[in-house]
């Protein structure tokens, strides 16, 4: 025997659906026995999903998921399978995984680095597992190894690096090649981000190439548990070399990807390895040894191959179009909503939201087929007697234009045209008559009126809001989500009415800079992603200057002219909240970047942005749940925590300031 076939897995999971959970991994188990895989590889914490939190530290979820891993192993027959659950131990609990083989646990090994940054908490509910230690746990009266152990299964050796052990410095993969593993096994629950794909990439080809083994990567699929998306992806790799990669931001429940390993050629490049250290000094109890007859498997050619979009000059376009796209349509069915309401503007940004919401019923429709994609809404009974995607958008997507008379026939035009051209439902009302109400009634509270002279922010404000009753009413009774339709450059300032345009269930953009949204819309209006189509309607969209509309249209109100050029404040955002600079290194970097404005221009940049990041952290804490889409996250629930009260950099605006002025700077 030389070679083996092995598979990873993706599996779209729930958090605490035992039901669901169970059934993918099944399935996933099926689906590789009959494409002639031995070893498999599942997602981290696949049983009882990633995105658990606090109910990691539930006894109650320990048992359960013992008792579905219970279950699971008659499902494992002729099979060699990697499951992932918590597991407690000596009064800790650890993020396991579970190596079984033709039906009997073979032992546990946990985690040794626990992902902390960004998103991830793991150390607020899991411990780190001490290398080179190896003990037993006892589950329903036997004793199983537990550890960092390896497993010799037929003589071949298996090892594990769990997620974040394959990202640090000091990965145990160096140390598992020294104890002759031949597979390492990488179970993974790996967030998507831009440019994060790459990453992986590059270690698990690094890792079998100097480790000198057979390298499976698998990772979780979709939106787990309402904030962040897995893109899935799994990568096979072998003497330096990928030799299998699996598709990413599926709409299937379950993909299976498999690849031929050639054990003794790895073996053979160890041995001829200078840098290669045999660790003759392991003691013999951290290995796991069973018989195990492998399959003689036929020589092969098999090079890892990525759909053109993958590859292509779009890459970040498609990525963010197909993970937004995946965490609707996996929000949508997990909620067991009815369907989406955007409130349109005929800006960037909810045209942007109710394109995704569209195009995302055309792409599960077409990946799944009618019958699958009616299966995964099937509490939307409807959708069975739809003929075509037309119709299945205009169930799904409700769009609704509310006017006032400071909004102009432009921005209609471009929102009607953008949402008739997609499909959906559209219905444009006039809600002036209720902001003129709201006016009066306070009016008479006061005693006197109110002018745009003494009162600009709080009238802009209460056309807004007035907006937000017949939006939720409107989804309620529809029984649907309403999405709102911020971005990540108006949540950095402010730029948003609380209970007006920030109404919604699910931030779809939230986590995407206007300048970057801008570009991207272009891109769908003339491009669009592969196996789709382009949304030429967005040419009204694009031409228009984005505005608010919340003023007289005398004024010609404009986003940047009440704020600063978006180019600037997103360069000011990543400087300040993603690099930690001080208001006078980025006034520094700024003349650089931006020499065709003066000092006094930059400086009160500067100041208006500090100022309106420190003012308006509490909205920021009231935004609906955001998709994560790139590591420079704004949401202070899953990436980037900020003091809702605080001096607001006050002491560095004035030593910036004065700087300039002095001409210190």
């Not at 030389?2 to 991994?25: C, E, K, M, Y």
């Not at 008792?67 to 800790?92: D, N, Q, W, Y």
């Not at 790996?190 to 079998?208: C, D, I, L, N």
């Not at 205009?394 to 499909?423: D, F, M, W």
Request: net charge negative; hydrophobic share 40%; proline share 6%.
């Amino acid at each position: 025997m030389s070679r083996v076939r092995v598979a990873g897995a993706t599996v779209n999971q729930t958090p605490l659906d035992w039901s669901n959970n169970f059934t993918n991994i099944v399935r996933a188990i099926e689906i590789a026995r009959n494409e002639g895989a031995t070893i498999l590889c599942l997602p981290e914490l696949c049983v009882t999903g990633y995105g658990c939190e606090d109910a990691f530290l539930s006894p109650g979820v320990h048992k359960t998921a013992l008792e579905v891993l219970m279950e699971c192993l008659p499902h494992t027959k002729g099979m060699i399978v990697s499951l992932g659950l918590p597991l407690f131990h000596r009064c800790a609990v650890f993020n396991s995984a579970c190596l079984v083989a033709d039906g009997e646990i073979l032992g546990f090994v946990p985690k040794k680095f626990l992902a902390s940054e960004g998103l991830h908490y793991e150390p607020r509910w899991f411990k780190p597992w001490p290398a080179g230690v190896c003990d037993q746990i006892e589950i329903a009266g036997r004793d199983y190894p537990i550890g960092d152990y390896v497993f010799s299964v037929g003589g071949i050796r298996l090892g594990f690096e769990i997620c974040e052990d394959a990202w640090v410095a000091q990965r145990p993969g160096s140390e598992l090649a020294s104890r002759g593993v031949d597979l390492i096994l990488n179970p993974s629950a790996s967030h998507f981000s831009f440019g994060k794909y790459e990453v992986r990439k590059r270690f698990v080809v690094e890792g079998s190439r100097a480790f000198h083994v057979g390298y499976i990567y698998t990772n979780l699929m979709g939106n787990e548990a309402g904030r962040v998306i897995y893109d899935g992806g799994v990568l096979i790799a072998s003497q330096g070399r990928m030799i299998a990669a699996g598709p990413r931001f599926s709409f299937r429940p379950v993909t299976v990807t498999t690849g031929v390993v050639d054990v003794e050629l790895n073996r053979v490049n160890r041995a001829r390895s200078a840098g290669f250290d045999p660790h003759l000094a392991f003691r013999n109890d951290g290995v796991v040894n069973i018989a195990w007859a492998f399959p003689d498997i036929e020589p092969s050619v098999e090079v890892g191959q990525w759909p053109a979009w993958e590859t292509g000059p779009y890459l970040k376009e498609e990525e963010f179009a197909r993970a937004v796209m995946l965490g609707l349509f996996d929000y949508l069915r997990k909620s067991k909503a009815r369907g989406f309401v955007v409130s349109v503007s005929g800006g960037a940004d909810s045209s942007a939201v109710a394109c995704l919401a569209a195009l995302m019923v055309e792409a599960a429709h077409q990946e799944l087929g009618h019958e699958a994609f009616c299966q995964a809404l099937s509490h939307i009974p409807e959708l069975k007697t739809t003929q075509t995607h037309q119709e299945r958008i205009a169930k799904l997507l409700h769009c609704i234009y509310q006017a006032t008379r400071n909004n102009s026939p432009a921005t209609r035009e471009a929102a009607t045209a953008v949402v008739t051209s997609l499909g959906a439902t559209m219905s444009c009302i006039s809600v002036d008559e209720i902001v003129t109400l709201y006016i009066k009634r306070i009016e008479e509270v006061l005693g006197h009126p109110l002018t745009w002279e003494k009162h600009d922010i709080a009238l802009q404000n209460i056309q807004a809001r007035a907006r937000g009753p017949s939006a939720w009413l409107l989804a309620n009774v529809k029984g649907a989500l309403l999405l709102t339709t911020s971005n990540r450059s108006e949540a950095a300032v402010g730029y948003a009415t609380m209970d007006g345009d920030t109404c919604g269930s699910i931030s779809p953009i939230a986590g995407i800079n206007k300048t970057y949204l801008r570009q991207w819309l272009k891109w769908l209006e003339q491009v669009g992603p592969e196996g789709l189509h382009p949304v030429p309607a967005l040419a009204k969209v694009n031409a228009l200057t984005p505005t608010a509309e919340l003023r007289p249209s005398e004024q010609q109100q404009t986003d940047e002219a009440d704020l600063m050029p978006y180019p600037i404040l997103d360069f000011i955002e990543k400087a300040a909240i993603r690099d930690k600079l001080s208001p006078r290194e980025i006034y520094r970097l700024m003349r650089h970047e931006f020499p065709d404005y003066g000092p006094e221009q930059l400086v009160t940049w500067v100041e208006r942005f500090f100022r309106l990041w420190c003012r308006n952290q509490w909205k920021r804490e009231r935004y609906a749940p955001a998709f994560h889409v790139d590591d420079e996250d704004l949401d202070p629930r899953s990436w980037c925590r900020f003091p809702i009260l605080s001096g607001g950099f006050e002491r560095e605006l004035a030593e910036l300031r004065q700087a300039v002025e002095n001409g210190k700077v």
